[in-house]
């Protein structure tokens, strides 16, 4: 009998034990997901979880989540910011940089350190990267005169996507494409006279302008003559058939 008891006593000690266990893995052990990975610090030093789990014991562990999913971050330059190309003329572009953190411990670790909490929120990740993206784009729109970046638009993005993705490896960040929603020129009453750049630019523009307006000009006075022309041949025919109609009558 003793025995039983005993037996019992060690069964239920057991199962005690499991179901604290049980509790203890539901309440500390915290898992990844495909869309968020983790960073546990700590004791036992730095912990990068992918696609797993590990326990997190509140005054003894700290997590830090790490968004894994692609961001789409919008950067738009217009008006007195729009970008001065090769041939000093002023464009209005829209780029969508599609983003993502690098699913590698280090890049983890680089993306929890420099950014923390704002890979969760694409509006607060392009305030804190934008400056990357506009100086990609101003220093190779600056290598292109605007026909070219409107001609040649894949090559333009090819160049900012190369230019900006070193720099956001030190972010932990990957740039997974690049693409060019808006391109156009910027409106003449931006350009600012008194700057050198913008002067060459208005010049150029006003020198463009002047030339396609004569060339407008031109194609409407050689129509307007080629009508008067077929205008004028019509009734020398039209008389000469009279003269003959009368002539043979």
Not at 181 to 202: I, V, Y
């Amino acid at each position: 009998m003793e025995t039983f008891l005993s037996t019992i006593g060690v069964v239920g000690a057991a199962i005690v034990a499991l179901v604290l266990i049980g509790l203890l893995v539901l309440k500390f052990y915290t898992l990844s997901t495909k869309e968020k990975s983790f960073i546990r610090t700590g004791v036992g030093g730095e912990k990068v979880v992918i696609n797993g789990g590990a326990f997190v014991i509140p005054g003894v562990h700290q997590a830090m989540f790490v968004n894994m999913k692609t961001l789409k971050l919008e950067v738009s330059r217009s008006g007195k910011d729009s970008l001065v190309a090769g041939d000093k003329m002023r464009v209005d572009v829209k780029v969508d940089f599609f983003v993502r953190v690098k699913a590698d411990a280090e890049s983890i670790s680089k993306a929890a350190t420099t950014l923390g909490a704002i890979t969760m929120d694409a509006s607060s990740l392009r305030t804190q990267v934008e400056a990357k993206f506009v100086d990609a784009l101003r220093a190779v729109a600056a290598k292109m005169p605007m026909h070219e970046l409107h001609e040649k638009r894949a090559e333009f993005v090819q160049a900012v996507q190369h230019s900006v993705a070193e720099d956001l490896l030190k972010n932990g960040l990957e740039l997974e494409s690049v693409s060019l929603t808006s391109l156009n020129q910027t409106d003449k009453e931006f350009f600012d006279p008194n700057n050198a750049f913008d002067a060459e630019g208005l010049a150029q523009l006003t020198r463009q302008t002047e030339t396609r307006r004569k060339e407008v000009n031109a194609v409407q006075q050689e129509t307007r003559v080629a009508i008067a022309e077929k205008d004028l041949n019509a009734t020398q025919q039209t008389l000469a058939l009279k003269r003959s109609q009368s002539e043979a009558e």
